[in-house]
């Protein structure tokens, strides 16, 4: 068990049975379905679609409208569960995908791309959104001003200016907080509630990303269960660009995590539906783990305990289409079940009291799911405690 599929103990251990993957290889997920692997039911993206100014590996550019839709064909045709898009997509390659997915019938998710609103995305039929990446931008009255830093930003670090990049992006930053507009919030709640668009919060991501400095979370239990090289790389005191990065930017981080707490309860408050995630795997957001602390921290940001258990459980259902299936409790849905020793509507934490799953079918109790802690911790080469 290595690299894509390392996570999948983690993940059933903490009672988590599906997981939406929007960076995943297809032919991995469906190599590991083929042989019956033990694994969360996985949703996949299969690739990063990104303009030419990207942070990221292995994304798929397009050049040109027939290219992007070309792109979105090949994908469908793979087995992808939905188009990923991201921050540098020119305006008409992103209509190009949008109206692609929207002929096949196929969701597309992910950032908001530099050259539209949120406004316009959700229009176009984005069917979620991550991180608030975009709304935040639209929840200010400062967005022109934005548009230019996010410019100079590129210009910056396509010029190997590193430290004016550092500074726009800290200046951006600080912008969706100090200009944070309750009215402009409101707007754009609206109009992804009337689209039907949803949001992913990853409040436990931005706590995590930005309260990293001064080694916050390297004593964190769940540690034990990452290899030393992936410790190494969430480390801000050893990570590049992080490690130069002035307190400034720091600050502006962990007042962003305010504001997006403010966000999400207005756009939950406005019926925009809401799915948990955290995107694992960077800054000690811990597989498995992390989706308890973004339920706690929803429930914290006002949502009640209900509304939270939904954004893992039966809105991920509607998402996919699957709601006669998945979600619920009932008769002729599929025996996935998660059995917790405490009720969760009287204590949200209680969601980490797994007792037993039921996957496929088939009972795994506390001493098997521990067994698979075990494995973790060997396979990230240390010993359980």
Not at 114 to 124: F, G, K, N, Q, V
Not at 257 to 273: A, H, Q
Not at 325 to 340: D, H, R
Not at 352 to 360: F, G, L, N, Q, R
Request: aromatic share 10%.
């Amino acid at each position: 068990m290595r690299g894509y599929e390392y996570f999948n103990a983690l993940f059933l251990a903490n009672g988590v049975l599906g997981v939406r993957d929007l960076w995943g290889n297809l032919a991995v997920r469906d190599s590991l379905e083929s042989v019956g692997y033990l694994m969360p039911r996985k949703y996949v993206s299969g690739a990063i679609m990104d303009g030419p100014f990207t942070l990221l590996q292995g994304t798929l550019q397009p050049k040109s409208t027939a290219e992007a839709t070309q792109m979105v064909d090949s994908l469908y045709k793979k087995g992808a569960d939905f188009i990923k898009v991201y921050d540098d997509l020119s305006k008409d390659i992103y209509d190009a995908i949008a109206t692609k997915c929207k002929q096949l019938g196929m969701p597309f998710v992910g950032h908001v791309p530099m050259s539209i609103s949120a406004e316009y995305a959700s229009e176009m039929g984005r069917k979620s959104m991550e991180h608030l990446n975009g709304i935040w931008r639209s929840c200010t009255n400062k967005q022109e001003a934005i548009d230019s830093l996010q410019q100079l930003f590129k210009e910056n670090f396509l010029s190997n200016n590193l430290p004016a990049a550092v500074n726009s992006f800290t200046t951006i930053n600080g912008m969706y907080s100090e200009f944070y507009n309750e009215a402009a919030a409101n707007e754009i709640a609206n109009t992804l509630s009337k689209n039907g668009t949803y949001v992913t919060p990853t409040l436990v991501l931005i706590d995590k990303h930005w309260r990293r400095k001064g080694g916050t979370f390297l004593e964190q239990k769940a540690n034990k269960y990452i290899p030393e090289n992936l410790l190494t790389q969430w480390n801000p005191e050893l990570s590049f660009p992080e490690k130069m990065f002035p307190p400034a930017t720091w600050e502006a981080g962990q007042e962003l995590l305010k504001t997006s707490s403010k966000i999400t309860k207005i756009i939950s408050e406005n019926g925009v539906k809401l799915l948990a995630g955290s995107d694992c795997g960077v800054s000690y957001v811990t597989p498995g783990f992390s989706l308890h602390e973004e339920l706690n921290m929803l429930v914290k940001e006002g949502l009640s305990n209900g509304e939270a258990l939904q954004t893992a459980t039966i809105n991920p259902a509607y998402f996919f289409g699957l709601a006669d299936s998945l979600g619920t409790i009932a008769e002729s849905k599929y025996a996935e079940l998660v059995i917790l020793e405490n009720n969760p509507l009287d204590d949200i934490s209680n969601t980490t009291s797994v007792d037993a799953i039921i996957k496929s079918g088939k009972l795994y109790n506390r001493a098997q799911l521990d067994s698979l802690l075990s494995q973790s911790a060997e396979l990230a080469g240390k010993s359980e405690l």
